[in-house]
């Protein structure tokens, strides 16, 4: 083989190449992709445009698995990419990338983004995260709580929460994104030195169902109860419950427990050895009816 056939490959050579069929090997040959030389009469492709081409493309891939657009793939991403990158989907890409006037060119049919020009305009916002960044701020967000979770813990709404804030410079505020948040450690030290705010789960049962009912035209009335509805459903997942479990869902100790079994305030059962108690016994005992007026259980009519 001479020197051109090692730096040229013929037309044949670069469909098979391809796993391509004749007609669409000779339209790519005829689209002028890549350079072309005659050797003996016969059209052949030189070798290094073929791979320059197929470096700086992703629709065409080599039958041998070597992957195609290494060159492009260096400069660029891909809508795909993106949506890996920020965790959105494509549709959102699309949007951003309108809305923010990122410019977007054309390979092989596909829509790429330039990375230096992406990342310039990344750089400069704080909402989109990288994985990188991401994982980094992962450990701060464990560490911290966003304003609405302080707002439920302490009943307070969104004024409410800014206003504490403003005043109280004990409450360490991070920004993590562009979201605020309030590390746990200093909500802990702040709380546990005053007394005019008190934790929702803190409050008795009666506490937290007025509370609910006075904001129950308000967001955080709304999400509170939401939220003692869910867990109730998780709390009484079982129909029946060991002294134990039992102990943990009423907030007693387990000797209390049996004391109260014993008394009859609280119903029980014997099943294989160990005692078991059932769900709506230990509703019954959490909300007792309340017992009627007088006038109610004779019928009287208060008027």
Not at 244 to 260: C, F, N, P, Q, T
Not at 275 to 298: G, R, S, T
Request: hydrophobic share 35%.
């Amino acid at each position: 083989m001479d020197a051109a056939q090692k730096t040229t490959i013929s037309v044949p050579e670069m469909t098979h190449l391809l796993g391509l069929k004749k007609t669409e090997g000779y339209w790519l040959v005829h689209k002028n992709l890549f350079q072309t030389v005659m050797v003996a009469r016969q059209m052949r492709i030189v070798l290094s445009s073929f791979e320059e081409w197929y470096a700086n493309q992703t629709h065409y891939k080599k039958v041998d698995g070597s992957a195609p657009g290494r060159e492009i793939k260096s400069i660029s991403y891909s809508i795909s990419d993106l949506s890996k990158l920020l965790n959105i989907s494509d549709d959102c890409v699309y949007e951003l990338l309108k809305k923010e006037d990122i410019p977007i060119i054309m390979v092989s049919n596909q829509k790429r983004v330039k990375k230096r020009i992406f990342h310039k305009w990344l750089s400069q916002q704080s909402h989109y995260r990288t994985p990188e960044q991401r994982a980094a701020d992962s450990k701060a967000i464990k560490a911290s709580m966003s304003l609405p979770e302080m707002g439920r813990i302490i009943c307070l709404n969104r004024d409410q929460v800014y206003h504490l804030l403003k005043s109280t410079p004990e409450l360490e505020v991070i920004v993590i994104g562009d979201q605020k948040r309030v590390t746990i450690e200093s909500f802990n030290t702040w709380y546990a030195n005053q007394s005019k705010y008190r934790k929702f789960d803190e409050l008795t049962e009666d506490e937290q169902e007025q509370f609910i009912a006075e904001h129950e035209n308000e967001s955080l009335g709304k999400v509170l109860r939401d939220r003692k509805e869910q867990e109730s459903k998780e709390r009484f997942s079982k129909e029946w419950y060991s002294t134990d479990e039992a102990a943990s869902i009423l907030g007693i100790s387990k000797s209390a427990v049996l004391r109260l079994i014993r008394s009859g305030q609280l119903g029980a059962e014997k099943v294989n050895h160990s005692l078991k108690i059932f769900k709506q016994d230990i509703i019954w005992y959490l909300n007792p009816p309340q017992p009627k007026k007088e006038d109610e259980i004779h019928g009287v009519d208060s008027d």
